[in-house]
């Protein structure tokens, strides 16, 4: 039995109320989830306060949270997963732009870790919004740049937790990237 089958099964078996299923599950999904929090914070400036460890813990928190999904399969656990990521993070970002924190004004210090955590929580929100304006338009190619971005899948994990071919991942995702760089200024 290869993992991805293990993996799947257990998440049916805790769907159907099995908690020791989560307890075997927890050690199989906890270094794809570490990558995935990995990859999320290296984006993130060196003196960002949330760290990966907290990242993977609140994703799992908030994962085991979930009593009402019915668990299809790995790629499913993942995109759901990647999508829990990007909300923490994003109110972490919106948390660090609210007005009793400083709101938007520039913090001085003697180095420019804040200023630099700031730009990037700008940023973070920046593609939200571009992005939930890009899930109005095009709900499938919203997705695809969750999953690939946020949730660091590969291309042929994408198309089977969307039920799609892979060359319809790589065609929405260029698309994606192209039109999320011009909404947010970054193309000509």
């Known amino acids: 039995m290869s993992s991805s089958t293990g993996i799947t099964e257990l ?3 805790w769907s159907n109320g099995d908690q020791e299923a989560l307890d075997q599950l927890l050690p199989l999904v906890e270094r794809e ?7 999320y914070m290296r984006r993130e400036d060196a003196g960002h306060l949330l760290q990966t460890t907290a990242l993977i813990n609140e994703t799992f928190l908030r994962l085991v949270d979930q009593n009402r999904v019915q668990w299809q399969n790995r790629a499913h656990f993942f995109a759901i997963a990647a999508r829990i990521m ?7 970002a919106r948390d660090q732009q609210r007005l009793k924190r400083g709101g938007k004004t520039i913090h001085v210090s003697l180095s420019e870790a804040d200023t630099q955590a700031a730009e990037l929580s700008v940023e973070l929100l920046a593609l939200d919004e571009a992005l939930n304006k890009l899930a109005a338009i095009d709900p499938r190619k919203s997705l695809v740049v969750e999953l690939r971005y946020f949730g660091g899948l590969s291309v042929e994990e994408t198309a ?3 039920k799609v071919a892979p060359i319809t991942v790589t065609r929405d995702w260029n698309l994606a990237r192209a039109w999320l760089a011009r909404e947010m200024g970054h193309g000509s």
């Open 86 to 92: 990007r909300r923490v993070l994003l109110n972490y």
């Open 33 to 39: 989830l570490h990558r995935l929090a990995h990859r």
């Open 11 to 13: 998440l049916i078996n």
């Open 160 to 162: 089977e937790a969307l």
